[in-house]
């Protein structure tokens, strides 16, 4: 059986396009297949059971000015295994941001790289502000549904783990919070709570959230930071939630004058929050370490008195040229 081409999105970036993060193994796709029948090399075992998922950035319009790869509009991919059989698909995450531009045949929303004023729009979405919701980030299963998620702070978007049918946007009964849900939710499987945080330019400047195995949100509490930071992801135990605060942040001189500037601060601590997994905000115990920076975590688990964290951390994660 041949692959079947379900949809073909109207791709506005140029014919002849040379940027480094749009060509060769970077080249977005437009189009979303079903094949039931892959070709396979040797055989699947008949145990292997379950779901592969991944989520990337596949761009349909060009930026208003500059480009940077997290714009791209997301695409979940999924390698559903059952009984030594295997199909794929591939589906856009059918965003607002993305709908609307789709209509507009051209971008609305500022990306990472550009300024929030370059933006057609006012409203949108991250810590930022008007930039699109992209949802090409992170992918999780929650209650049996896998849900995408933004680089920042915006909406989950909820799809079939298997089919990747379109459901919609997680509300949590009504209760999702305005400020969104930040880019690595994180779900214990032993328990079925789902870990979020997000974060933005006024205090407290964090918040941070579990949901039950029902989809209630059973806490919501804030988090004082000592102003705007730029946390991309968090990590557990089976006691702890484990949050944290690098010193790599927007330049607080320039935020006042609407400039988005990271820079990396070597002479403030790099700190970590642990804090009971339903606790209060006010229950967060915070502690510093050398400077460094640490953009994903690996894991987390305790050792007696101990929580150990395992991440890949970056002494000097500013950018230089050679």
Known sequence: ???????????????????????????????EWTDLEPPVEGELPSDLNGVYLRNCENPLVPNRERYHPFDGDGMLHSMSLREGHVEYRNRFVRTDGMLAEQEAGRALWSGLAESPKKAEREDGWGARTRM??????????????????F????????????????????????????????AHTKVDEATGDLFFFNYGTTAPFMHYG????????????????????????????????????????WDPDLLQKGVYANRFYEDLPMRLGVMPRRGRGSEVKWFDFDPTFVLHWINAHEDGDWVIVDGYFQQDPAPTLP
Not at 5 to 29: I, K, M, N
Not at 139 to 144: E, L
Not at 232 to 246: E, I, R
């Open 210 to 249: 579990v949901v039950d195995k029902h989809g209630e949100l059973v806490t919501y509490e804030p988090i004082d930071l000592p102003g705007a930071r730029l946390p991309h992801d968090m990590c557990f135990t089976q006691k702890y939630a484990v949050l944290n605060d690098c010193p790599l942040f």
């Open 1 to 31: 059986m041949s692959p079947k081409l379900e949809h073909e999105f109207v791709s506005l970036l140029p014919a002849d396009d040379t940027h480094p993060y749009r060509t060769g193994a970077w080249r977005p796709q437009n189009r």
């Open 132 to 149: 699109k919701d992209a949802s090409s980030t992170d992918v999780v299963v929650h209650r049996g549904v896998a849900l995408s998620s």
């Open 151 to 182: 680089y920042q702070c915006g909406d989950l978007y909820r799809l079939d783990p298997v089919t990747l049918a379109d459901l919609g946007k997680e509300s949590w009964n009504g209760k999702f919070p305005a400020a969104g849900a930040s």
